[in-house]
T-cell receptor, first 114, second 116 residues
Framework: AQKITQTQPGMFVQEKEAVTLDCTYD???????LFWYKQPSSGEMIFLIYQGSYDQQNATEGRYSLNFQKARKSANLVISASQLGDSAMYFC???????????FGGGTRLMVKP | DGGITQSPKYLFRKEGQNVTLSCEQN?????MYWYRQDPGQGLRLIYY???????QKGDIAEGYSVSREKKESFPLTVTSAQKNPTAFYLCASSTYETGAGANVLTFGAGSRLTVL
């Protein structure tokens, strides 16, 4: 069975600095997709970025980039120039080839300090 | 605007009562999902449906039931058999694609259920 691990329960970052949120995964399937979602205190889940297992380039979306290291099975999220509004829970998730469902990690709470 | 509507946002229930959470989407998505989130934890899949009149159990289906009579609607019933139902429930939908492509799940705002 696939598994997603986020080892950082909580992190602080100074406003305007960059921060990396860790995510490791475990699967024997060669085809999979990796996602990052943001969950503000209001509760909704906001999609941030996607990386396919066969993608050659690391995904980027504005201030978000995904540091994909396939051999290490890691898919870390990098947020550049942190803003106060980035304070939220962040979840890494994986989708397998066999279905559309996402398996989520336990999340990392990011707190941005002014 | 297209999106997913979950209701109610907050719900209180006495032990032994069934309760139904509503989820409606106007995104024309084929697939719909229910996730449960406990405080400080990630999301766990309860049920999912890839097409009308068909659904499958997720990782924690015991004590829950669903129906998918219409493409737009995927209600979740939390039954009295669910031993610890107090949680945050999130509904999501997506296009249905085989493979591990980027069919992103769109989530509703969630329903918070508290059992008294």
């Amino acid at each position: 069975a696939q598994k997603i691990t986020q080892t950082q329960p909580g992190m602080f970052v100074q406003e305007k600095e960059a921060v990396t949120l860790d995510c490791t995964y475990d699967t024997s399937d060669p085809s999979y997709g990796l996602f990052w979602y943001k969950q503000p205190s209001s509760g909704e889940m906001i999609f941030l970025i996607y990386q396919g297992s066969y993608d050659q380039q690391n995904a980027t979306e504005g201030r978000y980039s995904l540091n994909f290291q396939k051999a290490r099975k890691s898919a870390n999220l990098v947020i550049s120039a942190s803003q106060l509004g980035d304070s939220a829970m962040y979840f890494c998730a994986m989708k397998m080839n066999a279905g559309n469902m996402l398996t989520f990690g336990g999340g990392t709470r990011l707190m941005v300090k002014p | 605007d297209g999106g997913i509507t979950q209701s109610p946002k907050y719900l209180f229930r006495k032990e032994g009562q069934n309760v139904t959470l509503s989820c409606e989407q106007n995104l024309n998505h084929d697939a719909m999902y229910w996730y449960r989130q406990d405080p400080g934890q990630g999301l766990r899949l309860i049920y999912y449906s890839q097409i009308v009149n068909d659904f499958q159990k997720g990782d924690i289906a015991e004590g829950y039931s669903v129906s998918r009579e219409k493409k737009e609607s995927f209600p979740l019933t939390v039954t009295s058999a669910q031993k610890n139902p107090t949680a945050f429930y999130l509904c999501a939908s997506s296009t249905y694609e085989t493979g591990a492509g980027a069919n992103v799940l769109t989530f509703g705002a969630g329903s918070r259920l508290t059992v008294l």
